[in-house]
């Protein structure tokens, strides 16, 4: 307990401590009083007591606190609700006296109305006995009555189910002649039935078998004439893929042979090989540098006044960057174009 006392209270003052175990406190008692009601606390304190500290001592004794008692001095609410219990408690002795008062009144009125009921019962009795055999009378008059009526009744219904009798027989004697007229109906529309199929067998179907054999016989023949077409579209491909096949190859042979030659070349003459495509190239540069000035439109110069104007001025720029090429092959490729020109041929 020491141990948990340290964890929870360490560096708290006393009344902090006070305030935990108060709050702890009052939150049981509160869960105590939620599954009670008022009357049985006010009545049973010594219950509510006992489950309180039963509930809340186990709870604090794992914060490290010891709960020695824990009693109710008093119990009482704004509202004088249990001040009102013992009122409620007056008003019924109040009551149950006043009841016992009525009760009293009330079991002297039924012994006066039980003795003048039992004078008029033996009056009533009388009276019924009378009723009783005049009721007698009338029940085996009726049941003669009905005996008479129910002879004659008879009488009339026996009338009555010989003549629906023979009118049924009748009705069933009119239904089988019905029946064996449209059993005849029905045999002679059978027999027209079969006329009809045989006539439209002879009419329709087999010319239209016929018809159907004639068209699937042409369709075979037309699926043999594609197959064979498709067959021959393929190997003509096929063929045809070949020969582009062997074109294909002897020109990769021949520009190969081309490209291993080139090589050879430059290995026996390298910086003239090399000058030989510079040269070659040097055409394309100038069309290309002179390029965008054939799809301009319009050409605007600005000029201070001194040297060549007009389009004079536009070709000397133009020959100004061809003149600086040779300079600028040398810086990309290091091989200098005047130079190559004086130096002796190398063979490998």
Do not use: W
């Amino acid at each position: 307990m020491l141990a948990a006392a340290c964890q929870m209270f360490l560096g708290k003052t006393e009344a902090e401590i006070a305030h935990i175990a108060l709050e702890t406190l009052e939150g049981h008692q509160r869960a105590i009083m939620a599954h009670m009601t008022v009357e049985e606390i006010y009545k049973d304190r010594q219950k509510f007591s006992e489950q309180v500290f039963k509930v809340a001592s186990s709870d604090l004794v794992n914060m490290g606190i010891s709960v020695v008692s824990y009693t109710l001095k008093d119990i009482h609410d704004d509202q004088d609700y249990l001040h009102s219990l013992g009122k409620a408690r007056t008003a019924q002795v109040q009551k149950d006296a006043r009841i016992g008062e009525a009760e009293a009144k009330r079991d002297a009125g039924i012994r006066e109305a039980k003795a003048k009921q039992e004078k008029v019962s033996a009056q009533y009795l009388s009276e019924i006995e009378m009723a009783k055999a005049q009721r007698d009378y009338e029940l085996k008059k009726a049941t003669y009555d009905i005996e008479v009526n129910t002879r004659r009744a008879q009488a009339d219904l026996a009338y009555q189910l010989q003549v629906a009798k023979t009118k049924q027989q009748i009705e069933e004697q009119r239904v089988q002649v019905q029946v064996v007229e449209r059993a005849q109906q029905v045999a002679v529309q059978e027999q027209e039935i079969a006329r009809r199929e045989k006539e439209l067998e002879a009419r329709v179907r087999k010319p239209a078998e016929a018809e159907r054999y004639k068209l699937e016989r042409l369709a075979e023949a037309e699926k043999s004439q594609l197959i064979m077409q498709a067959e021959a579209e393929a190997e003509s491909v096929r063929m045809r893929g070949e020969a582009e096949a062997f074109a294909i190859g002897a020109r990769a042979r021949a520009e190969a042979e081309q490209m291993a030659k080139k090589a050879e070349a430059f290995q026996l003459y390298r910086e003239a090989a090399q000058l030989d495509m510079l040269l070659e190239k040097l055409p394309q540069v100038a069309e290309e540098i002179s390029g965008p000035l054939t799809s301009a439109n319009k050409i605007t110069l600005v000029s201070s006044g001194g040297g060549t104007m007009g389009a004079a001025k536009v070709t000397g720029e133009v020959l100004d960057i061809l003149t600086c090429l040779p300079e600028s092959v040398e810086r990309l490729t290091g091989v200098s174009i005047s130079q190559v020109n004086h130096k002796p041929l190398r063979t490998a």
